[in-house]
């Protein structure tokens, strides 16, 4: 059974940093797309980042949202089946429950509705 479970949210000030993390459970990490997702109060859920699985590595390519390019950035540990958010230099407007989810694809999706299995969310509030 495939499972994602997220943590590592919380609430900071703006500029502050935070690190979410998705412990991914199931024979999935090694053949899926990971991405991250967020949806804030009265919006719709939002693509973050993404990675493909295919020989996965830190020059593997990744995309990222315009609005958290050059303050977020998605990685994975392969020991532990761990997919990481690091997220820097927050501003209020990353206030959001965020999602890991996972797309049994092998190449980057950005679409919500292409990712088949999703975390339970992990909220996070960044005050100004």
């Known amino acids: 059974q495939v499972q994602l479970v997220e943590s590592g949210g919380g609430a900071v000030q703006a500029g502050g940093s935070l690190r979410l993390s998705c412990a991914v459970s199931?024979?999935?990490?090694?053949?899926?797309?990971m991405g991250w997702f967020r949806q804030a109060p009265g919006k719709e859920r939002e693509f973050v980042a993404a990675f493909r699985p295919i020989g996965w590595s830190r020059s593997s390519p990744i995309t990222y949202a315009e609005s958290v390019n050059g303050r977020f950035t998605i990685f994975r540990d392969n020991a532990t089946n761990t997919v990481y958010l690091q997220m820097n230099s927050l501003k209020p407007d990353d206030t959001a429950v965020y999602y890991c989810?996972?797309?049994?694809?092998?190449?980057?999706?950005?679409?919500?509705?292409?990712?088949?299995?999703w975390g339970q969310g992990t909220q996070v509030t960044v005050s100004s």
């Open positions: 989810a996972a797309a049994p694809t092998l190449q980057i999706v950005t679409g919500s509705t292409e990712y088949d299995y």
């Open positions: 199931g024979r999935i990490i090694s053949r899926s797309a």
